[in-house]
């Protein structure tokens, strides 16, 4: 058996031990992974009920025959370029009726990539990958706060999905990435970024710590050090070190549930906002208090607090 055909037989389980791990430490724990997933589920779904493009399409159409113009033209305008027999009040509409059809659009796939990132946490955290679990955070927290810039741009959203090449997504990052440091700041996530940027987003030596591990030995006063690096991050002697990290990933999932909520004003379902969302934030919240008064010190150590936010 090949070592990674050993990786894969272990991942199975060490993802019955961690559910086993969670369990102990309070059966929620495991719940609220599942509880987290269905909320973005939800949202998708409503999402999609609520973002048609019936309206927009019939004003796109209805403002071209009103102009007289031809298809040839109409597709001109739609790729931002104005015709020369073109009024400029009816080409600025139709490319504000074109920005809310890619708006609509490209929040739907950063859903989708908010989704599967938080799906790739989820899974990696049991499998013993922290620092990847952790890293998927960035993703996930990078997915929503574009959401929420295109929700606030609507022209934003039509550059985003037409990106092109290396360069133009280069361009893109620059332009953006200002907003998206505000975003963190303005919805308490700057130090999950900076936490999943140095876990496992950057070749940083912190990126190491779980698995490392450094043995010395010396032979007729030649002193040897030994480095290996598990492809588990967990030591069974300190078993919180894995439950913090769930944690993080949950309390992560709780303080984007607000900016979903704002960048996706399409979602009506009174039962997600109203019930299943505070529910949830309280749980995470009930969790971390149980985890602050069972490891104080160690809480403390790595710099974080017991709250999860925008309740």
Not at 51 to 76: F, V, Y
Not at 115 to 129: E, F, Q
Not at 205 to 226: A, K, M, P, V
């Amino acid at each position: 058996m090949t070592e990674i055909s050993k990786l894969i037989e272990a991942d199975e389980t060490n993802c019955h031990q961690s559910i086993k791990l969670f369990n102990q430490f309070d059966p929620s724990l495991s719940t609220s992974f599942d509880d987290a997933g269905n909320l973005l589920t939800v949202f998708s779904r409503s999402f999609g009920h609520g973002a048609t493009d019936d309206d927009t399409q019939h004003s796109i159409s209805k403002l071209a025959k009103e102009g007289g113009h031809t298809e040839t033209e109409l597709r001109l305008a739609l790729n931002g370029k104005k015709p020369s027999s073109m009024r400029n009040d009816l080409f600025e509409k139709i490319v504000s009726n074109r920005n809310d059809y890619y708006s609509r659009r490209s929040r739907g796939l950063l859903l989708l990539q908010a989704y599967r990132s938080y799906m790739y946490a989820a899974t990696d955290i049991l499998r013993l990958r922290a620092g990847t679990a952790i890293g998927f955070m960035r993703l996930e927290i990078e997915a929503v706060a574009l959401m929420l810039l295109i929700q606030a741009n609507t022209e934003l959203g039509f550059t985003w999905f037409n990106l092109k090449g290396d360069r133009q997504g280069k361009d893109f990052f620059n332009k953006t990435k200002m907003d998206v440091s505000k975003f963190c700041d303005r919805f308490e996530l700057t130090l999950e970024w900076n936490l999943a940027s140095s876990a496992s987003q950057h070749a940083r030596f912190i990126g190491l710590i779980d698995g490392l591990s450094i043995t010395s030995s010396s032979q007729f006063e030649r002193y040897t050090d030994n480095f290996s690096l598990a492809l588990q991050d967990f030591d069974p002697e300190k078993p919180e070190q894995l439950i913090v990290r769930a944690l993080y990933i949950l309390r992560t999932q709780a303080k984007l549930l607000l900016p979903l909520q704002l960048a996706l004003p399409e979602v009506s379902d009174p039962l997600l906002l109203e019930t299943r969302i505070p529910k949830f934030i309280r749980n995470v919240g009930v969790l971390y208090d149980k985890f602050q008064k069972e490891f104080p010190e160690f809480l403390e150590s790595i710099g974080i607090d017991a709250k999860a936010n925008n309740a």
